[in-house]
């Protein structure tokens, strides 16, 4: 069984399909989905039809992002949505065809089932942030969801690793404290949507027209000099074997000669 957590999506539609096929999942894997799947990006509903039928296909654990909870307090609790339309929510109800009164009964039931967090044996998962003193189960809403990583939490409790999303990485490159790992990388502005392996730290990263991010130039390089070293290595070999074999030794003595 392979794990991978997933940062914040924002309606990057194309980069979670591109992800997707990257990860390629079989039924035994699972996915991670830190929050934070709609608004600013150009497709909200797509990408939440993407998570529906991905939970067909393997193990999708879906948390909260503090965007979700404006959405459903719009959509479904009667909030006045001035606050979230100013956060990146008219995108949302464009892709819901201009109303939220189109979302689908699916999409909803998807959104009211959100989890909090999601712990395993060695890690924790959560949207935002968290109190290194309190368990996960305790943690207050403000930081779960909507507090940024401006002053750092020290290591959790449990010794668990903690991954977050929430607070975009304008550079593209993950956050890795060690204890802590932000997988936020800005995917909505000039970044990308990253997957990581939780257990390899393997990471996988698509900007939101779909492309994979390539490979960084100093990698590319290293890569360039080590095959270059082998092709050296086996032409060099190639040659060694290649040049003539004398019949005899060039010091063999000929008919006739006394042995000194």
Same mark, same amino acid.
């Given at each position: 069984?392979r794990?991978?957590?997933?940062g914040d ?13 990257c ?11 830190? /929050? +934070? ?11 939440? &039809?993407?998570?529906?039928e *991905? ?10 992002g ?6 459903c307090?719009?959509?479904? /609790? ?22 939220l ?9 998807? =959104? ?12 924790i !998962?959560?949207?935002?942030c ?10 207050? #809403? ?11 939490p020290?290591?959790?409790?449990s010794g ?10 304008p550079?593209?490159v993950? *956050? &890795? ?6 997988? +936020?990388?800005y995917?909505?502005?000039? /970044? !990308? ?5 939780v257990?390899?730290? #393997? ?15 100093a990698? !590319? =390089?290293?890569?360039?000099?080590d ?11 190639r ?5 003539p074999?004398?019949?005899?030794? *060039? ?5 006739? +000669?006394?042995p000194?």
């Open positions: 069984m794990r991978f957590v997933i999506i924002h309606g990057c539609d194309k980069a979670l399909r591109t992800l997707i096929e990860i390629a999942p079989e039924p035994d894997d699972e996915l991670i989905f830190l /929050g +934070d799947y709609v608004d600013r990006g150009p497709d909200s509903r797509g990408v939440i &039809d993407q998570l529906i *991905l939970q067909s296909r393997c193990r999708v654990v879906a948390l909260r503090n965007h979700e909870i404006m959405l307090g719009v959509a479904f /609790g009667g909030l006045d949505g001035e606050m979230w339309l100013a956060a990146g929510g008219k995108a949302t109800v464009t892709s819901y065809g201009g109303s009164d189109k979302i689908p009964a699916a999409h909803k039931k998807f =959104l009211l089932s959100l989890l909090p967090h999601y712990e395993t044996q060695q890690s !998962f959560v949207h935002a968290y109190d290194a003193r309190t368990p996960m189960d305790q943690q207050p #809403e403000e930081l779960r969801y909507w507090t940024h990583l401006n002053t750092t020290g290591p959790h409790f668990k690793k903690v991954f977050v999303g929430h607070t975009p990485q550079t593209g993950v *956050l &890795d404290l060690g204890y802590l790992v932000c997988v +936020d990388t995917c909505f502005g000039n /970044g !990308f949507l990253t997957g990581m392996n257990a390899t730290n #393997e990471i996988i990263q698509v900007d939101k027209k779909g492309f994979r991010r390539r490979v960084p130039a990698a !590319f =390089l290293l890569f360039v000099a095959a270059f070293k082998f092709v050296h290595r086996l032409i060099t070999k040659r060694r074997v290649e040049l074999i004398p019949a005899e030794p *060039l010091n063999a003595p000929k008919p006739g +000669d006394q000194e």
